[in-house]
């Protein structure tokens, strides 16, 4: 049985779970465009390719897997920001180019979207370092087992690939047969050292006085998320994540402390961190902003490590050792009967003083105040900025999901990746009311703001938070406390939902700003705000150089060394 | 004596003409920041990196070289779509990207804006294809002559560089002696052959019975504006240009007659072009977009070539003559009375029927009818799409200048370019009326629109008109022309002005919406749009197929094959 390219590509996407694809039209992909709602799949079209990308990033974290089309050179050269940001933290965006025909390449011609010199593999040749595969589909008999490899490599990696389809190959005819084969995830048999591992790991936990568990994000694309559910409800050991593995755990568990932060965070907390006799940590991911500048990497003399390709305890490391099956077997094996029963130091308590309604807004109680908003399900993104710091003190309802930022820390990114992560949540459920908030900086919603038309089109409830204190409050507090560059352009927030395309009763209705804590009160009690539907705009006022946490670290540190 | 880094390089581009420097702060150019106002020059905060990139873009086209500022990875990977344009097209931009602590990169710190790999040399591998020169500002000893290597080849290829400056390197002080001397572009010695080719080049010319000039937009980056200048004025030939070399030349010469087009233009002109016995050919950029998809490329066998790097007459190719040095050889052995007085074809003339103020606004007559309102020094921007197509056939004032879509056509490019490009203008100018207009789709404005908040701050004189056919209309010409992947969410785009920081009261005086001819002949007319100043936005209504010129054609093969 034969079909054409374009249907098995996109077939391929159905099988692996993919809904809605991304990317803007060009000239050399409204060929591929075509095939696109005919394979049961819906077209977003976004508003610039980089928006496109990041919205790629945010459907395929919540999704799995994404799909992107764009164009040729300008189109997909303006994502690769995105896709450098999804091969950095791990979200598989299957990125289609679509190319000039195979004619036009082979005789150099000097045609549009290229750099008038023949060279045609360049781009491939950029996008080599920020993806795991790179395919181009010249040759029908090679076709389809290329997307089969692309594919599956996306899947083992957790990170984008990227496929070439030049404009005259889209309606070529293929070999079908594969299509009857899922694509699968090959797995390793197991080395022989399993058991020997799992018995000293086992005397670890029987022994351990004062154990904790680490969850990073990486825990995710380990397929070990289930697992660690089990862990942390049964073991009730204290527990905590790292900005990356927010969100991996319930963190309505009463043995669930959130983000550990170290000396910034609890002193208890860091009492128990310091003399922990052992530390489970799962899904490692080590980079700065993930752990505090490098100061709260456990110890490793006392940390069992469950990492994607190893297994490390002390300084042993264990390779080749599946860490889905281990941890299966080691939870199998477990006799809880025989681990230490912790009581853990005590939960940080917000206090709830109470905050005078005349009083402006600051970023110091702005979390905790809107914390109530949420409910279970919800899907909250917390952009690069003060809105990150502060959304690492949320405390999540059961089955909500976070976004921060773990490493690539794109400002910009989390506007579009709301409209991604909106619209996977959506597609993966039945109920109509899921949701999603996003807090954002002045200053990154420039980056990106048009996307917000995509959301009010695709008609998904979001909640949007514009943290407004006129500029790059983050860099004011790095650096360039008073420095101008530090300021952006005023706009007129509350004319986005209106001038992005929402109809006049509906922006009317749903844009709002506030600049004490009586005005936000009344807004987040505002029924359009706590039950209504399509996108909601706040807008929040806030101080210049009013920041928390690590931040207000270094803008003291700045001023002393005024 | 000794300089600084920052003050070093600041120092060179102030010396290069350079007055303003582009970019967005992020956490590794801070400090780089820091000097750019101290070394008088002004800082433009863009809204995004890729808008920062285009920005650069205009400002080089206009003033000859510019300046662009990112951080390390998240930044400049944003901003390498530009970057990419600039080199296709020639725009020297200066890219200043501003990366980690030395130490950080030695000791390969997964620190944020990296890969987590430890990896920091790719993003300068992925942009050595797209600009001329990459140099890393790590060891001081080296710093002025790597910083004077890269603006030199920016300089004679006319073409992008990379620059990297670790965050410590800002304030270390190097050797400031070669500031003493200027950079200077080397030129070749005389080939020995100049006066025999000269000979062979004079004959042909006063030979010619049949002949006529062609500009293209690569003179400009030959030094030869001015040779073509006088070549035009003294000969009276019949000239035509391309896109790229549109405006080079003064269209109110009664001898200019505009754009060649081939078959899709004045049959008389092709005609004359077919039967020409001499074509001087000035500065060729062959691409697809600039000689209508390769019709008009002039016949070899009746061509004297002018390009940067070769003279070519017939099938002779003569290397290393200084296109300049023998231009004003030419200009000055040519004998006037010994060339033909030549009377080209008549001048189209664009057929002035009234129109009826109640009929909707169409592309046919719409470009013509805001013809009137250009004037001398205006720089005017087509956007790809109808707006360049109609474009076109705008008859320019002289000192004019304007911008069309000539290889790299990545839409959202002309915004921002217009930004860059006005303020080139006024700071080469004494005048403060200067302006810029910009015609741009409603699908194109989406990629870029934010900038307009930049140019209300930047205080620019620009007039805007939105040609909203609610999509992608140069698409469906291509391809789709029903296809629901060609449309785009509705904005209401007379908001842009008040949304984008323009006070309320500008704002409403300077926003217009046009659908008939007699509305638009109102606004033509308003003194705010004559003569006002600061931005103001036009919005125009046209039909989503409403196409003219090579996009007619395919429309109407696209509906022939339907």
Redesign the interface.
């Known amino acids: 049985m034969s079909i054409k390219v374009a249907e098995y590509l996109f077939t391929r996407l159905r099988q692996l779970g993919v809904g809605s694809i991304f990317g803007v039209?060009?000239?050399y992909n409204?060929?591929l465009?075509?095939f696109?709602?005919p394979s049961d799949l819906a077209?977003v079209?976004n508003?610039?390719e980089?928006n496109a990308a990041y919205a790629a990033d945010g459907y395929a974290r919540v999704n799995g897997l994404s799909a992107l089309i764009t164009t040729f050179?300008?189109g997909e050269?303006?994502a690769?920001?995105g896709i450098?940001?999804a091969?950095?933290e791990k979200a598989p965006i299957i990125h289609i180019v679509g190319t000039p025909a195979r004619g036009l390449q082979e005789t150099r011609?000097?045609?549009?979207?290229?750099?008038?010199d023949g060279e045609y593999g360049?781009f491939a040749?950029?996008v080599s370092?920020?993806t795991v595969a790179q395919v181009d589909l010249k040759d029908p008999r090679l076709v389809p087992d290329q997307i089969d490899h692309a594919l599956r490599q996306a899947l083992i990696h957790s990170r984008p690939v990227y496929l070439q389809v030049p404009v005259d190959m889209v309606d070529i005819f293929i070999d079908a047969s594969n299509l009857t084969s899922p694509i699968s995830v090959p797995s390793a048999p197991a080395t022989g050292h399993e058991p020997s591992i799992l018995q000293r790991i086992l005397e670890r936990i029987y022994a351990a006085q004062r154990p904790l568990i680490l969850i990073d994000g990486e825990s995710r694309f380990m397929g070990i998320v289930g697992h660690i559910d089990t862990l942390v409800k049964t073991s009730t050991w204290p527990t905590w994540t790292t900005v990356f593995g927010k969100s991996i755990v319930n963190e309505q568990y009463p043995n669930v402390y959130g983000i550990y932060s170290g000396s910034l965070g609890d002193p208890l907390w860091k009492d128990y961190f310091d003399s922990a006799d052992l530390i489970l940590n799962l899904g490692p991911?080590?980079?700065?902003?993930n752990s505090s500048n490098f100061t709260v990497l456990p110890d490793p003399g006392v940390t069992i490590t469950f990492s994607s390709n190893y297994i490390q305890i002390g300084s042993d490391i264990y390779r080749d050792i599946v860490p889905s099956n281990f941890l299966s077997q080691l939870l199998q094996t477990l006799e809880i009967n025989r681990i230490s029963k912790i009581n853990g130091p005590a939960k940080s308590v917000i206090k709830a003083s109470s905050l005078n309604p005349c009083d402006l807004i600051t970023q110091k109680h702005f979390y905790r105040t809107v914390n109530p908003l949420f409910r279970d399900g919800d899907v909250i993104l917390t952009e690069t900025g003060t809105a990150a710091h502060g959304g690492r003190n949320f405390v999540l309802p059961q089955n909500a999901r976070i976004f921060g930022?773990v490493?690539?820390?794109?400002?910009?990114y989390m506007l579009p990746a709301t409209l991604g992560a909106a619209l996977a949540q959506r597609e993966q459920t039945t109920s109509k009311d899921t949701r999603a908030f996003l807090f954002i900086g002045d200053g990154s919603l420039?980056?990106?703001?048009?996307e917000i038309?995509?959301i009010?089109?695709e008609n998904l409830n979001v909640i949007i938070f514009v943290i407004n204190n006129n500029g790059?409050t983050i860099?004011r507090a790095?650096?360039?406390r008073k420095?101008?560059?530090?300021?952006?352009?005023?706009?007129?927030h509350n004319?986005?939902l209106?001038?992005?395309?929402a109809s006049e009763s509906h922006a009317e209705q749903n844009s709002f700003v506030a600049r004490t804590w009586g005005e936000l009160d009344a807004i987040l009690r505002d029924e359009r705000v706590r039950n209504g539907s399509g996108v909601r705009m706040i807008e929040v006022f806030m101080g210049k150089e009013d920041v928390q946490g690590a931040l207000l670290q270094l803008m003291e540190q700045q001023v002393a060394n005024e």
Request: glycine share 8%; with cysteine.
């Open positions: 039209p060009g000239d409204l060929h465009l075509d696109v709602q077209w079209g508003c610039n980089l050179g300008v050269l303006s690769i920001n450098t940001g091969y950095t011609s000097l045609i549009h979207h290229t750099l008038a360049r040749d950029m370092h920020v991911h080590n980079t700065s902003t930022p490493t690539w820390l794109s400002i910009g420039q980056m990106s703001v048009q038309s995509t009010i089109r790059y860099e790095i650096h360039g420095q101008a560059y530090n300021d952006i352009a005023s706009w007129t004319l986005a209106r001038f992005f395309g």
